[in-house]
């Protein structure tokens, strides 16, 4: 009867114990997060939570445990913990958040960006912000019909709207939507006028038009000259006169277009080469 009191009391003891370690434990860790010890507060924590006996915690220590973690780059310990505040209830938005970026981190972007989504679901402010960094990892993971609706809504709120068009524009690229591409970059430049990404990028598109241009005008002088050339077709006559009014119009609206991609990006020598081909051609 004796040794079955002494193993009942030596039971009450460790169990005492450990609830004393565990105390103590999350009192320090409490320190380390106040010094930005954040490896040292993750490792105090999880140990602490791990044997916590009868002592009760909050359960928004959770949101810290996983902050700690996150800080000292403990991806995984970011993630389990994230997700028992979340279950908890417990600043759920910023839980979302954070999770998100640990996945960005772990270069799982699918994952990120529906973190990303849910702490937009569930925030109620700064979506403006999360719109923009759930672009970015949608862009990165080349989810590009989510970044195209991600970076748009960040635009529309104003939040980095430079950039947030740019990358909109890109990412329709990516997918060939090449008209969209073109509408994105110019509803970007009327807001954004001086922006160098936007100027260089919309200023490319016109002077791939221009080219086109210059090439059906250049195509249209060429054909004439053939059928000179094979005696059916005299300079003098009026219709070899019509087939240069042809090509002219073609020339006059490559240097209308060509002209604008020079105001955008003065320094785009294609642009140049091409107005000096067009000017040359309707001498």
Known sequence: MKKVLLIAAGICFSVF????????????????????????????????????????????????????????????????YFDKAIEAGTNVPKCHEYKALAY??????????????????????????????????????????????????AFDAGY?????????????????????????LEQGIAKYAGDEKLSKALAGVYVTEGNELYKKGAAIISEANKKVNAGSLKTDDPAYAAELEKSKAEFTAAVAILEKAKALDASNANAQKLLDACAAAMK
């Open 104 to 153: 960005n981190d772990k270069k799982d972007y699918p994952n990120a960006v529906a973190c990303f989504e849910k702490a937009i679901e569930t925030a109620t402010e700064g979506k403006d912000e999360l719109y923009f960094n759930a672009g970015i990892a949608a862009y990165r993971g080349k989810l590009n019909e989510k970044a195209i609706d991600l970076f748009g809504k």
């Open 160 to 184: 980095k709207g430079e950039t947030a068009i740019y990358y909109k524009a890109v990412a329709l690229k990516a997918l060939d939507k090449n008209d969209e591409y073109k509408a994105a």
């Open 17 to 80: 114990t450990f609830a004393q370690d565990a105390a103590e434990k999350i009192n320090q860790a409490q320190e380390a997060m106040k010094a930005k010890d954040y490896a040292k507060a993750y490792t105090l924590y999880d140990e602490a939570m791990s044997n916590l006996g009868d002592v009760q915690v909050d359960v928004s220590v959770n949101f810290n445990i996983g902050f700690a973690a996150y800080k000292s780059e403990n991806l995984e310990g970011a993630i389990k």
